[in-house]
């Protein structure tokens, strides 16, 4: 491996975009959560509904004013770092990055003054408006970078102009391209589900602690139904995912897999080691031909392995192989918590049952993980290739020298590292010391029409 | 080919009107930053902060339009400039980052913390103006660019005396900005101090201007040509049909030394903002008709027609309702700050 511009370019695209990936997937659900509450609150008049708004909306700034920082740096990467892959596809995704911006940051940035400065200057109805107004723009901007990033990924509607550059031959099918829908679905549930797993371990903290218990209990059982429910959804929206993945990048499911060889039957690989040199899995536990079904084959259809592409065409297989397991993993333990708590509720256990409580806060980053380790395995697995099938990565970097990407790159591992521990710090002790609420505990910790005298006597 | 034209034409403008928006707009935020250290104490650096914290982030998107909108229109541009500016656009990221996180995490630090991102607001403020500056005097030299339509130079290129010239002009203008908004929207004792500061800062920023304006002239021949002046004489007929544009400057920066006095208290960052355009349409005279200064014009770096007119259809309803939502929001937040500014 040499250390040259590409690789170093490499890893800061890696680990900009791995920092940055974070707070949207977070502020995504967290939006929408809030229009929710606000929604509630003006809907029922419950003060409950109030004070969880006034809490998130707090750790909600933070999340977004990072989210921001991070992803303006993003809009000015690709020229820096991957000048020759902009100018050869800027003509094609360029427009959709543009329309981004001007359907959704401005949206963003703008009603999010109001959203948070505004409490006391508006009516409570544009208030709510503006809450929802945020909360839509982080889906459309979920939307068009999805679309640009799933062209990258399952690229057409697109041609070669003289030059050698790529132009557009039809709009429609550049965004809505084959694998834009399910990716798109993909990654906001992962964010509604990454915002369920904070808000349900930051109310299951509370709940230990004793701490605003009414607010506490009304949002466990928000989060708890969205995982129940969403859960499910979610990961028959990733095989989707899979098997449009399958068609079109057939190299990166084979690596995902950890299928070496081109077969009929293909295992699922459970756990192993996959050793590039060898082309086989060592340590390997697998279950034989349930890989091809549950990538939709039949007993007798031909799933390419590894072996079907040249090595020089191949992901880096460990990665991919490795990030794949861990998001799975994270999806299954969502689910199982999702399950316990569903039937903790209906037995009327979900506000006493201490042991649930402590897994919610084990689980709590488990979205992140998921949504870290799927972003890993759908880019990693799209190498060597910026766009899949038609433009390699390495003809893509800027003709830069090492040392000022070296530069940056160290410059942003130290201020990641400063900002990113401070914004976590202060969510942190946010959480730690739970929403303001209107009333004194614990004399008045019942929530209303919530069964919980027992939990109380208890406590 | 006459319709493509002019459509990256139409794009060289809209992307030139957004870049002056932020310049006018995150102009004074930033400018507010650059003053921090200035402030009598925290409840003053309070009061400035509460005067641009709902709308910085609204003012910053311009920013990211004219970076993702330079990409989308003229990628071949795009490709050339980022690259031969790498280091300073870096720079600029990395202060927005600071200066941005601190917004919210001064409320939130304590004690030694508050007093990091109090310094971080500043330094990053400042960083970021500076960075822009280098960037800028990187853009109006020029860059060297290969047959490839790549860069082809070195990466401290844009290191000379005229963009470090240009860096220090941009801090006393975004400071001057950020003094007339402090007019605007304070009152008391930070009111007059900004009255002052506004006073001080026409003196510099007309000193910075003119002498920008003079090492402009000889960057490149064809500039001073532009302006009909050569070493040895003057083109009258074509310098006085430009010569507006100094004049103009000058009155205004006369005008805000004065001390502007009486209502509204709007009208001395309505001059500062005057000022910039009056510099911007001076630097576009000079430059035209070039999108990377002598090397490329809008109709060699756009992208193809059929996506500068896909991106027209989304842009021509879009940035009027933009500017409306944005008016509306400062029109929201028009009063003054109160000393008690409630965060929240």
């Known amino acids: 491996m040499e250390w040259d511009a590409l690789l170093l370019s490499r890893l800061q695209f890696a680990f900009t975009i791995g920092w940055h990936i974070i707070f949207p997937s977070f502020t995504i659900g967290l939006a929408s959560f809030l229009a929710v509450l606000e929604g509630l609150w003006l809907f029922t008049k419950k003060p409950i509904y109030k004070n969880l708004y006034l809490f998130w909306v707090k750790i909600f700034a933070i999340s977004f004013g990072m989210g921001v920082v991070s992803g303006v740096v993003m809009s000015y990467q690709f020229g820096t770092n991957w000048s020759v892959f902009s100018e050869h596809v800027g003509s094609v995704i360029g427009p959709l990055l543009a329309y981004e911006v001007l359907t959704a940051f401005f949206l963003e940035a703008s009603f999010l003054g109001i959203m948070l400065f505004g409490w006391k200057r508006v009516g409570p109805g544009l208030h709510f408006f503006s809450t929802c107004m945020v909360a839509i723009g982080t889906l459309i901007s979920a939307f068009w970078i999805l679309a640009a990033n799933s062209w990258m990924q399952t690229p057409q509607g697109f041609a070669f102009a003289e030059d050698g550059t790529m132009v557009a031959t039809n709009f429609a099918e550049v965004i809505f391209n084959p694998s834009m829908p399910s990716r798109l679905a993909h990654m906001v549930l992962a964010a509604f589900l990454t915002t369920a797993m904070v808000v349900a371990g930051a109310s299951a903290f509370a709940l230990l602690s004793k701490k605003a218990l009414a607010e506490s209990r009304v949002a466990l059982r928000m989060a708890v139904l969205m995982m129940a429910l969403v859960t499910p959804v979610q990961i028959m929206v990733g095989h989707e995912s899979g098997v449009v993945a399958g068609e079109h990048q057939p190299a990166k499911v084979a690596a995902l897999e950890g299928w070496w060889t081109t077969r009929t039957q293909q295992p699922t690989v459970l756990i192993g080691w996959p050793d590039e040199e060898a082309e086989r899995n060592h340590f390997e536990l697998s279950m034989p031909g349930l890989g091809s079904a549950v990538n939709n084959a039949g007993p007798d259809d031909v799933l390419p392995g590894l072996d079907s592409f040249a090595p020089e065409d191949r992901p880096p297989v460990w990665i991919v192989f490795w990030a794949f397991r861990v998001m799975v993993a994270m999806g299954v333990a969502m689910l199982a918590l999702g399950v316990w708590g569903a039937g903790a509720w209906a037995l009327k256990r979900l506000d006493t049952s201490r042991w649930y409580h402590r897994a919610l806060v084990l689980a709590a980053p488990s979205g992140f993980v998921a949504v870290l380790a799927g972003w890993i395995t759908a880019e990693v697995g799209r190498q060597p290739f910026v766009v899949y099938g038609v433009m390699r990565t390495a003809d893509a970097v800027s003709p830069v020298s090492a040392a000022s990407v070296a530069t940056s790159l160290l410059f942003f591992i130290v201020t990641y590292a400063i900002v990113f521990s401070a914004g976590a710090l202060y969510i942190l002790r946010l959480m730690g010391k739970g929403p303001d609420t209107d009333e004194a505990p614990p004399t008045s910790d019942q929530p209303p029409g919530s069964p919980i005298a027992a939990g109380v006597k208890e406590a | ?344």
């Open chain 2, 1 to 344: 080919m006459v319709f493509g034209a002019e459509l990256s034409m139409i794009w060289a403008v809209l992307i030139a009107v957004a870049v002056f928006l932020y310049v006018a707009l995150d102009g004074f935020d930033l400018g507010v930053g650059i003053l921090f250290p200035f402030a009598k104490d925290t409840r003053e650096r309070d009061q400035m902060q509460s005067a641009i914290a709902p709308v910085w982030d609204g003012n910053e998107t311009w920013l990211v339009l004219g970076g993702g909108g330079l990409f989308a229109a003229f990628p071949k541009a795009y490709a050339a400039l980022m690259p031969a500016l790498y280091l300073p656009i870096y720079l600029m990221l990395l202060a927005l980052i600071f200066r941005g996180v601190a917004f919210e995490f001064r409320h939130h630090g304590r004690g030694a913390g508050k007093k990091w991102w109090t310094f971080a607001f500043s330094a990053g403020s400042i960083v970021a103006a500076v960075a822009q500056g280098l960037v800028l005097g990187g853009f109006i030299q020029g860059v060297s660019i290969g047959a490839d339509g790549q860069f082809a130079g070195g990466a401290l290129d844009w290191l000379t005396p005229f963009s470090l010239l240009v860096a220090a002009s941009l801090v006393a203008g975004y400071a001057l900005l950020g003094a007339c908004w402090m007019v605007f929207k304070t009152r008391g004792e930070l009111y007059e101090r900004a009255r002052n500061w506004v006073k001080q800062l026409a003196v510099l920023t007309a000193l910075a201007m003119g002498a920008v304006s003079l090492a402009t002239l000889g960057v490149d021949p064809r500039v001073t040509a532009r302006w009909g002046l050569t070493m040895t004489s003057v083109d009258w007929p074509v310098f006085a049909k430009l010569a507006p544009l100094p004049l103009i400057a000058g009155a205004v920066c006369f005008a805000l030394w004065r001390r502007w006095k009486g209502e509204p208290l709007i009208a001395p960052y309505l001059l500062a903002v005057g000022l910039f355009a009056v510099g911007y349409i001076g630097l576009a005279v000079s430059l035209f008709p070039y999108i990377v200064p002598f090397a490329m014009t809008p109709a060699d770096a756009a992208a193809a027609d059929n996506a500068l007119e896909f991106m027209l259809w989304g842009a021509a309803p879009m940035l009027p309702l933009i500017l409306a939502y944005t008016a509306y929001v400062y029109w929201t937040f028009r009063a003054k700050v109160d000393d008690d500014a409630a965060y929240h």
